[in-house]
Structures are given as structure tokens and as C-alpha cells.
């Protein structure tokens, strides 16, 4: 009967010491995504620490601070190639300074895709074509120019 009561007893303090236990656990992630909840900024800081730090296990990102975006509706962006396999949920990472576009999928821990992508203006042309006039830089021809074409010198 004495065995029975300290068996009894060492599992009512194993039992209370657990439930103490996964009490505090439970409060402290609840105290923890009510700050997140009232700082979104922080939450979404947080969320991309977490993004690029699952995607440098995988490959090595480029220079620069990311922008990172998530997938909210795939339907509207299926016209786009890079967004073909495009889930929502998907994160899309993307580094202006190295132009280059990242889609990972967090659930499966994987990148989608990995395309180079063109910041600006479409219409604007790679510095080599531009020319300048009269020697003002703010001045540049954005229309195609005719040159002169010589006549290859012929020898008799």
C-alpha cells in the first residue's frame, strides 16, 4: 500500500510539473504572435529572415536587400511565364540590385523558379545606344539614329 501511494504521488507531480509546463509553452507563443499581431512590420520582418534564410540552405542569393512578396491570387499571374507553377502562398524574392526574381515555395521547401528580371522602363535603351548632344548628358537621343554609311574605297 506504501508503494502504491509514493507511485501515486511521484505521477500526480509528474503530471502537474507537465501541465505547468505546456501551460507556460502555450502562453509564451500566445504572448509572442500578439506582439507579432499588433507590429506588422515586425511580423513581416520576421517572415522574411525566416524566406531567405530556407532559401540560402538551397542557393546562394545575391547582394543586395530583397523585396519579398506573396502569391495571394495565382490566377490572376498565369499569363506570365515565370508565375506558370505558381502556387498561392508562394513567395516571390526579388533582388533590384542583381535583377534577378526567385518563386519558393515554403511548404515544400523548394524553389519553383529563378528567372532575370528588367526594372524600369521598357521603352528605355542600354546605355551603349544612347548618344549625347552637344555635350549635354541630360540630353539623349531615345529614337534610333541614322548614320552615314561609307562606301568601302575601291582600288583600280
Known sequence: MAKFKT????????????SVGGGYYYY???????????NPQEAAKIETEEVLKNVSKLMELPAGEPTVATV????????????RKAENGDKVIIFAESKIAILYRLSLNKIIAFAPISIGDPQEQPEDQQ???DGQPEELITEPVELPTQEPETTQ
Open 72 to 83: 495571394l491570387d495565382r490566377d490572376k499571374l498565369q499569363d506570365q511565364e515565370f508565375f
Open 28 to 38: 509564451d507563443k500566445y504572448t509572442k504572435v500578439q506582439a507579432l499581431l499588433s
Open 131 to 133: 548618344e549625347v548632344l
Open 7 to 18: 507511485l501515486s504521488m511521484i505521477l500526480f507531480v509528474l503530471l502537474f510539473a507537465a
